[in-house]
């Protein structure tokens, strides 16, 4: 059964779904007055509700049920990423790590960036569409972009690691627990004061892998690797 979205459902009995999930209900699956559907409001609960009215652009649907999800993960990763220039690679990076399994993505600016300006909204979408596509009922969290410095500085985490090509620890060796933070740089790299800034700041440099990875699927690796590391 398709996973619908909607924010704001608790307390609610009746609820009109977006304009988009109206489209997708009425046009792409077909669904009719009465149907059964399932929705998320991306904060752990899980609604089955039927179908009161399909009208294209607002469909509106009647709460039957509600179920709370737990987070199968046991742990909460965070990857804070600068954006590539050819934006197509950071929105995959954004889709494929919703779908292995993310909590918390933040876009950031160092020395060498590129690309210094995100489309929030569009990458809201992609985070949902990702969410629903892997049956998950928790939404990542997208920050605001940030400048690496700031981020450094205030990042409180235990374990916090920063992704570097001349890092002596490679990420397979460790053993993550709870809450992790990786930083993955931009193509160029970071610069050796901000990775000694981030060591100075308790972060862990990594090798993330022996080969030569671009940006975006070094974060992909990080969150496919960590998963893996608590099966």
Not at 24 to 29: D, E, G, M, N, P
Not at 138 to 147: G, R
Request: hydrophobic share 40%; charged share 30%.
């Amino acid at each position: 059964m398709s996973l619908f979205y909607c924010e704001n459902i608790e307390n609610q009995s009746v609820i009109s779904l977006s304009v988009e999930e109206s489209l997708h209900l009425t046009k792409v699956l077909r669904l009719k007055k009465n149907d059964k559907i399932e929705i998320t409001d991306g904060k752990g609960f899980l609604y089955k509700a039927t179908i009161i009215d399909n009208k294209q652009k607002q469909c509106v649907v009647e709460i039957n049920d509600k179920e709370i999800k737990q987070d199968i993960k046991p742990y909460k990763l965070h990857i804070a990423l600068a954006p590539t220039k050819n934006i197509e690679r950071f929105e995959w990076f954004v889709e494929k790590s919703v779908e292995i399994g993310i909590d918390k993505i933040t876009p950031i600016i160092s020395r060498h960036s590129e690309r210094k300006v995100i489309k929030t909204d569009r990458i809201e979408k992609i985070i949902i569409s990702a969410m629903k596509q892997s049956q998950k009922y928790h939404k990542p969290v997208f920050d605001s972009i940030l400048d690496f410095n700031d981020f450094i500085c205030n990042c409180n985490n235990k374990q916090k690691f920063i992704a570097y090509c001349k890092a002596d620890n490679l990420l397979s060796k460790y053993k993550f627990s709870d809450d992790i933070i990786f930083v993955v740089g931009p193509e160029g790299g970071f610069d050796e004061d901000e990775i000694e800034l981030a060591k100075s700041k308790g972060f862990e440099p990594v090798l993330i892998n022996n080969f030569r990875l671009r940006t975006e699927t070094a974060g992909v690796f990080i969150a496919s690797s960590v998963g893996i590391n608590f099966l």
